[in-house]
C-alpha cells in the first residue's frame, strides 16, 4: 500500500478499531499472505520442473555428440524402452512385485523394529545391557547377508521381504530408541503423578514424545527398503524391477536399465508422498523451524 | 499435612564423582491443611528438591517425609505440581493439556469439557483451547499449567517459580488470579519463589532457607489479613516490618555467597 495521504493517516489508525475497518484489515493481510503462500509453491515446483526438464534437456543433448549413448543411453531411447516393456515385458507386474515386497520389507521390518524398541527400552537394565551387542549387529554389512536369506527362504518373495526388513529394521530401531529414551523424565515422572498407569505413560506420553524420531527413520527407510528388495532380486530372482534392470545390464541394454531405474524413482517418491501425508497430522503439533532466510518479496 | 523430619539428602552429580553433594542438610518443616506456605532461598539451595521429596519423584537419604501422617514412599498421587521448567505435553493443545489429569482417570468427555472450560475461563485462556504450547506466550503457558494442576483437584499443591520468567504485570495478575482460586478452594500450598514480595503477598508463613547445603534458617508469620490485594501489598501497614525481617535473614546467605 502506498502512503498518499500521511496527514489522515492517524485518523485512520484511530478508526482502525472499529470492526468493519478491522474486518476488511484482516481479509487483506490472510488474503495476502494467501497470495504469497501460493507464489512461494508456484516458486518451489517451477524450479523443480526446470531442474528436472533441465537434467533431462542436458542429458539428451549431450548423449550422442559428446558421450557415447551405449554407455549413458538418452532419454528418449529410455523412453522407448520403457513404452516397450510396458507393453511387451510386463513391466507393471515386475514394479508391483517389487513394490510388494519393498512394502513388506518396510512394514515387517519397522513394525518389529518399534515394538522391539519398545521392550528393549521397557527395562533399562535390558537397555544396557543389549545396546553394544545390538550395535555390533548393525555393524554387519547386510549386503553380505543378502545371498544367506536366500538360501534360508528361497528365491520367492519371502526371501525379498526378509531382506528388505533387515535393511529396514536398525535404523527404526536405533531412532525408536532415541525417542523413547529422549522423553523427559520430569514429563513422565508428571504423568505419573497425574494419574496416569503404565500404558497411559506409553500411549500418550512416551509414543507422541518419540513420534517425531519414529516418523523421521520411516520416512528415512523407505528407498533403504527398496534396495532391500533389489539387492534380493540381483542376486536371485526370476521377477521384479532388480531382475529386469539386472537382465538388462547383462545384455548391454542401458536404456531398459535406465527405464526400470526411472520406475524405481517413481515407486518410490509415490511411497514418500504417502508417508508425508499420514505424517502432517501426527506433527501438527510442532512448531515449523525457519532455518533459511525466504526470500521475501 | 505434610511433615519433613530430620530429612537429609545428598547427590552423587556424576557417575563417577566422588564427592557427594549435600543438597539438604537436616531439614524440618510442616505444612498444616490448607495453609499456604512460602519458600525462599539462593539458587542451588534444595529448593526444587524439597518439592520433588514431596512429591515422591525422590527419597530422602535419611530423615522421613510424611503426609498426613503416611510416609511418602512413591508417589504422592495427592499432590499437583507446576514444576520450575516447562512441562505441558507439547502435543497436546491446550485444553488436551488441561484434560489429561482426566482423561486418564477415565473421567467421561462431557464431564472433562465442563471443568475444562470453567478452569480456562478462570484464568483467561478462552479462544485458545485449541492451541498448541508452542503458540502460547510464556504466560499462558504457565497458566494452563496452573489449571492442568488444579483440574484433578490435588489435596496439595506444589508449585515451584511458576511466575518467575514472566514479566512484572502478567506476574501479578496471574498472583491474583492464584490467590482468588485458593481463598475459594484453601488447599494446600507450598510455594517456592525468588521474589521475597510475593512470598509476602501470598503466604501464610515464609521459610527462609540457606545457601547449599539447605537448610530452614528462619520462620515468618504473614499476618496480613485475607483477602489480600497483591495490587497494593506494599500500602499494607505491616508489609515493611515483614520484608526488611525476611530480607535481614536472607542477605546474610546471600552475602555470605558472595564471600
Ligand atoms: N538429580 C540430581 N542429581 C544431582 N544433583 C542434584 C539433583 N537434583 C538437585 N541437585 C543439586 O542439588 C542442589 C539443589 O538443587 P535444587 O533443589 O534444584 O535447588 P533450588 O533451590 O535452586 O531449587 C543443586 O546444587 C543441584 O545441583
Ligand atoms: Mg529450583
Same mark, same amino acid.
Given at each position: ?11 485512520? $489508525? ?38 528436472? +526438464? ?25 523412453? $522407448? ?64 547377508? +543378502? ?43 508428571? $504423568? ?106 | ?69 503416611? =510416609? ?9 505440581? #507446576?514444576?520450575?521448567? %516447562?512441562? @505441558? ?26 471443568? #475444562? ?13 485449541? !492451541?498448541?504450547? !508452542? ?54 500450598? @507450598?510455594?517456592?519463589?525468588? %521474589? ?16 547449599? =547445603? ?8 504473614? %499476618? ?7 495490587? !497494593? ?15 535481614? !535473614? ?10
Amino acid at each position: 500500500m502506498s502512503i498518499r495521504e500521511p496527514d489522515v493517516r492517524n485518523e485512520r $489508525a484511530r478508526e482502525a478499531d472499529s470492526p468493519p475497518r478491522l474486518q476488511s484489515l484482516k481479509a487483506q493481510v490472510a488474503s495476502r499472505e494467501l497470495r504469497r503462500r501460493r507464489a512461494e509453491t508456484r516458486a518451489i515446483w517451477g524450479g523443480r520442473v526446470a531442474i528436472v +526438464a533441465g537434467t533431462l534437456l542436458l542429458w539428451e543433448l549431450l548423449s550422442g555428440r559428446v558421450i557415447d549413448p551405449f554407455f549413458v543411453s538418452s532419454p528418449s531411447r529410455v523412453y $522407448a524402452a520403457f513404452l516397450q516393456l510396458l507393453f511387451e515385458q510386463e513391466l507393471l507386474v515386475h514394479a508391483w512385485y517389487t513394490t510388494l515386497a519393498t512394502l513388506g520389507g518396510f512394514f515387517f521390518g519397522s513394525i518389529t523394529a518399534i515394538v522391539l524398541a519398545f521392550l528393549v527400552t521397557s527395562v533399562n537394565r535390558l537397555y544396557e545391557t543389549t545396546e553394544p551387542l545390538l550395535a555390533a549387529l548393525y555393524g554387519i554389512p547386510r549386503t553380505a547377508l +543378502a545371498p544367506l536369506f536366500i538360501m534360508w527362504f528361497g528365491i520367492g518373495i519371502t526371501s525379498k521381504i526378509v531382506i528388505a526388513a533387515l535393511f529396514v529394521f536398525f535404523v527404526v530401531f536405533i531412532n525408536t530408541v532415541s525417542g523413547i529414551r529422549g522423553t523427559g523424565p520430569q514429563l513422565i515422572n508428571l $504423568a505419573r503423578l497425574m494419574g496416569a498407569r503404565d500404558r497411559d505413560v506409553l500411549l500418550k506420553v512416551v509414543l507422541p514424545s518419540a513420534m517425531p524420531y519414529i516418523l523421521t527413520a520411516l520416512r528415512i527407510v523407505v528407498p533403504t527398503a527398496m534396495i532391500g528388495a533389489i539387492v534380493g532380486e540381483f542376486i536371485s530372482a526370476q521377477r521384479g524391477l532388480g531382475f529386469l534392470i539386472s537382465r538388462a545390464t547383462f545384455e548391454f541394454s542401458t536404456h531398459a536399465a535406465f527405464a526400470g531405474i526411472f520406475v524405481l524413482m517413481l515407486v518410490v517418491v509415490a511411497m514418500n508422498a504417502v508417508i508425508g501425508w499420514i505424517e502432517r497430522p501426527l506433527l501438527r503439533w510442532r512448531p515449523r523451524s525457519n532455518v533459511g532466510s525466504s526470500e521475501g518479496g | 499435612m505434610i511433615e519433613l523430619d530430620n530429612v537429609f539428602r545428598l547427590f552423587l552429580p556424576k557417575r563417577r564423582a566422588v564427592d557427594v553433594f549435600v543438597a539438604l542438610e537436616d531439614v524440618s518443616l510442616r505444612v498444616a491443611e490448607g495453609e499456604f506456605v512460602s519458600l525462599v532461598g539462593p539458587s542451588g539451595c534444595g529448593k526444587s528438591t524439597i518439592l520433588n521429596l514431596i512429591a515422591g519423584f525422590l527419597q530422602p537419604t535419611e530423615g522421613t517425609v510424611r503426609m498426613r501422617g503416611q =510416609p511418602v514412599v512413591t508417589l504422592n498421587r495427592a499432590t499437583g505440581y #507446576v514444576t520450575q521448567d %516447562d512441562t @505441558l505435553f507439547p502435543w497436546r493443545t491446550t485444553r488436551a493439556n488441561v484434560e489429561f489429569a482426566l482423561e486418564v482417570r477415565g473421567v467421561a468427555t462431557a464431564a472433562r469439557r465442563d471443568v #475444562v472450560e470453567r478452569l480456562l475461563a478462570q484464568v483467561g485462556l478462552q479462544g485458545f483451547e485449541n !492451541h498448541y504450547p !508452542h503458540e502460547l506466550s510464556g504466560g499462558m503457558r504457565k497458566r494452563a499449567a496452573i489449571v492442568r494442576t488444579l483440574a484433578y483437584e490435588p489435596e496439595i499443591l506444589l508449585m515451584d517459580e511458576p511466575f518467575g520468567a514472566l514479566d512484572a504485570q502478567t506476574k501479578l495478575l496471574l498472583q491474583d488470579q492464584l490467590l482468588r482460586i485458593w481463598e475459594e478452594q484453601r488447599r494446600t500450598v @507450598l510455594f517456592v519463589t525468588h %521474589d521475597l514480595v510475593e512470598a509476602i503477598a501470598l503466604s501464610d508463613r515464609v521459610l527462609v532457607m540457606s545457601r547449599a =547445603p539447605g537448610r530452614i534458617l528462619a520462620e515468618i508469620a504473614v %499476618d496480613i489479613p485475607r483477602p489480600r490485594d497483591v495490587f !497494593h501489598i506494599h500500602s499494607n501497614p505491616a508489609f515493611p516490618g515483614l520484608y526488611e525481617r525476611v530480607w535481614e !535473614h536472607l542477605s546474610k546467605e546471600l552475602g555470605a555467597a558472595r564471600a
